[in-house]
């Protein structure tokens, strides 16, 4: 079964104080990776698709790496606005399109 | 916005009963799929529609059911609503291709009382 492990589950930073999420999946046959951005009460906004490995893909302050393992999302001088959830999702060789996500990393960025 | 459409956006009831979500796809997406987020867990997977037919099941119970209609909106029924059942329900929808992102909609928060 398609497994997706996040972390860490929560995170703090300063603003302009850069870090990594992380995310492992165990997966037969990874189809595609998916990471989203969830602000509180609203609905996953997608942000990145990564398909195979060494694969990067950058938008404003955010990066996504990926290996055959695992993906990061590489957050650099993050601003206050960046504060939500970020969820992270496989898509495997089984199902249609079943996503299977992670729990996600809470991202606070304090001014 | 991502152009799907979730309504109604609140909805309170009570334990036993039984109500109705629906959601209006992106123009052109030929997929809908419901998820399931409650505060102990993830998104979760419940039921994927493919131009009105069934194509991808998760852990959806037997008291929900959904379907597609032919102008490809969807709609999500939930019966003997359980205290258990409150959670936000997502739809998402995407074009159907393999390895096409999801759009996700604003959700439906459904609190059973």
């Known amino acids: 079964e398609d497994q997706v492990t996040q972390s860490p589950e929560a995170l703090r930073l300063q603003e302009g104080e850069s870090s990594s999420l992380n995310c492992s999946y165990t997966?037969?046959?990874?189809?595609?990776l998916f990471w989203y951005r969830q602000d509180p009460g609203k609905g996953p906004e997608f942000l990145f698709t990564?398909?195979?490995a060494g694969e990067e893909k950058e938008k404003e302050r955010l990066k996504a790496t990926l290996t055959k393992k695992e993906s990061f999302l590489h957050i650099t001088a993050p601003k206050p606005e960046d504060s939500a959830t970020y969820l992270c999702?496989?898509?495997?060789?089984?199902?249609?399109?079943?996503?299977?996500f992670g729990t996600g990393t809470r991202l606070l960025v304090s001014p | 916005d991502s152009g799907v459409t979730q309504t109604p956006k609140h909805l309170i009831t009570a334990t036993g009963q039984r109500v109705t979500l629906r959601c209006s796809p992106r123009s052109g997406d030929l997929s809908v799929y419901w998820y399931q987020q409650s505060l102990d867990q993830g998104l979760q997977f419940l039921i994927q529609y493919y131009n009105g037919e069934e194509r991808a099941k998760g852990n959806i119970l037997e008291r929900f059911s959904a379907q597609q209609f032919p102008d490809l909106h969807s709609e999500l029924n939930l019966s003997s609503l359980e205290l258990g059942d409150s959670a936000l329900y997502f739809c998402a929808s995407s074009p159907g291709g393999v390895n096409t992102e999801a759009f996700f909609g604003q959700g439906t928060r459904l609190t059973v009382v």
């Open positions: 999702a496989v898509l495997g060789p089984t199902g249609f399109q079943k996503l299977v």
């Open positions: 990564l398909y195979s």
């Open positions: 997966v037969s046959g990874l189809r595609g």
